[in-house]
């Protein structure tokens, strides 16, 4: 069997052509994925393997990436740990529950996965049927420091003062919690290895709140203890920070594969700062999709060129792909990275 480039370029393997995806491809910029959304609550979707299964594959035939990711959400996990969770159009997601002290801490579960959300791995069993050998399929999870953003706070935060309040006040408490998720996480993750996710990423989106100090201090830690709890039986592991730049000297130390990298540093900068043994993934600035589509070439290849200087490299965006984004600049992006990322 040939093996497919995307999980090779994660190893650092030669490859025929740069492999991409992009953070986020199921989603809003997609009309069938409208469609779908219009009949159905996006909680629902995630809860229905198969609504879930046929809104992952959706950009997989429109747009000819070089893997699948799960359609679900960080959060599916901390609702599960006993946090109630809602969506409402427009606000971003709503926890029903602030933890702020060791009692609330206490309260929460680390949930089997088997048990509270088997729909997860039900809908990866039925990818990769559905998949049958065509492109490999992502598992992921929220980082513990991101998702305990969302348990303290209740919600999206700008400067996560609920947070740093527990962090700074009551470390003990924030140390509890965060344990409680790292071991939610393990096996959350390992339970989609399981069920057959051939990579798992790990999304560290809030990450860039802290100082580089205060990262290695108190969210490294928990991510380290997450990807040293994986049963990954060659399963590469993508480790995605927003705003990592000066957080990369960091991440490096941990026991990852793949280094996903935000728009905000050049790759080769990047590059130079992870060195050699690990890959890079990244990194075009979303917004550069709104360029006109013959404009983006130049984007693409600015981007191929710097991550050159990687030893490995697979093409996404540096965030998730934006509602606005025409769908149509999205398949031009594919398109020039297949090829201009040519290597034989
Ligand atoms: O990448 C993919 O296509 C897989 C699916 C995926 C979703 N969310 C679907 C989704 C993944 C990997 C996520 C991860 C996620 N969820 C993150 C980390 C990644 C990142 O972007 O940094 C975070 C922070 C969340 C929490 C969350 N969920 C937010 C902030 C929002 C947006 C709220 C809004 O209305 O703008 C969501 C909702 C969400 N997750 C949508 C999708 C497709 C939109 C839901 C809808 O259809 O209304």
Redesign the pocket.
């Known amino acids: 069997m040939t093996e497919f480039r995307f999980l090779k370029a994660c190893r650092r393997e030669p490859v025929d052509v740069t492999p991409v995806w992009?953070?986020?491809?199921?989603?809003?910029y997609l009309p069938e994925?409208q469609k779908i959304?219009g009949k159905n609550s996006?909680l629902t979707?995630?809860k229905t393997p198969e609504l879930a299964a046929q809104?992952?594959l959706q950009?997989v035939e429109r747009l000819g990436v070089d893997a699948a990711?799960?359609?679900?959400?960080?959060?599916i996990p901390v609702e599960a740990m006993g946090v109630p969770l809602e969506?409402h159009?427009?606000?971003?997601?709503q926890l029903g529950k602030a933890i702020r002290g060791q009692k609330d801490v206490d309260s929460l579960a680390v949930p089997d996965p088997a048990e509270k959300v088997p729909f997860v791995m039900e809908a990866i069993r039925i990818l990769r049927k559905e998949l049958d050998g065509k492109v490999p399929l992502i598992g992921?999870s929220?980082a513990p420091f991101?998702l305990a953003s969302?348990i303290v706070e209740g919600g999206?935060s700008k400067n996560f003062v609920q947070l740093k309040k527990l962090m700074y006040q009551a470390p003990e408490v924030y140390r509890s919690l965060m344990s409680k998720i790292a071991k939610t996480v393990v096996l959350y993750l390992n339970a989609q290895i399981a069920a057959g996710a051939q990579a798992v990423?790990i999304?560290d989106?809030?990450a860039g709140v802290l100082t580089p100090g205060d990262y290695e201090e108190y969210a490294l830690p928990y991510t380290r203890q997450v990807v040293s709890g994986l049963n990954r039986k060659g399963v590469p592991v993508i480790h995605?920070a927003?705003d990592c730049a000066t957080l990369l000297t960091a991440i490096k130390t941990l026991p990852i594969d793949v280094v996903a990298v935000d728009w905000r540093i050049p790759l080769d900068v990047a590059a130079m700062v992870v060195g050699p043994d690990k890959a890079l993934q990244g990194n075009m600035d979303p917004t550069m999709l709104f360029h006109p589509p013959e404009k983006i070439d130049d984007c693409v290849r600015d981007v191929l060129r710097r991550g050159e200087k990687a030893s490995s490299h697979i093409f996404n965006l540096g965030?998730?792909i934006l509602?606005p984004t025409n769908p149509e600049h999205a398949i031009a992006m594919v398109e020039a990275v297949h090829r201009l990322g040519r290597k034989v």
Request: hydrophobic share 40%; glycine share 12%.
């Open positions: 992009i953070m986020r491809q199921a989603g809003r994925y959304r996006f979707m995630c809104v992952t950009p990711i799960l359609f679900s959400d960080i959060l969506f159009d427009g606000k971003g997601p992921f929220g991101t969302y999206t990423q999304f989106t809030w995605f927003n965030h998730g509602p």
